[in-house]
């Protein structure tokens, strides 16, 4: 597990790079390192932008069908006061496209955010590859 700290610009770099390098060392293709990298980036500017700091975790999982790279962000920030409406298209409070998390959450294959004003948010994405193995037997 990798645990990044979001402070500043470079740091949304530095996780972006950090999740494409796991991402290709578990044979991610190209389009879903893409993929994966975007959430990523969306997650950590998200972090920089509205709660001023947090951690971007990075981990992967496998096992005999499938292996897995799972992000995790998490912020102590102001919290998200509608998650609903945070999670529409369009919707933004920063002047943006409003593409945000709805993008991130078309991007992976699971999506879950919490949000509090007391505890900020967390928002934990994982994305997939079927592992493909050869049939033992022949006929």
Known sequence: MTELKIENEKDIVTSRS????LAADLGFSAVEQARITAA???LA?????YAGSGTICIRSEQDTRR?????TAKDNG???????????????T?????????GVKRLMDN??????????????????????????FRI
């Open 94 to 102: 920063g002047g943006g496209l409003g593409r945000g998390l709805p």
């Open 67 to 71: 292996v897995g790279i799972y992000i």
């Open 18 to 21: 950090c999740g494409r390098k």
């Open 111 to 136: 999506f879950d955010i919490t949000s509090s004003t007391t505890e900020g948010t967390r928002v934990e994405v994982a994305k997939y590859r079927i592992i493909h193995t050869q049939s033992l």
């Open 40 to 42: 990523i980036s969306e």
């Open 45 to 49: 500017r998200n972090i920089y932008k």
């Open 78 to 92: 102001p919290g998200i006061l509608n998650l609903q409406e945070a999670m529409l298209d369009g919707y933004t």
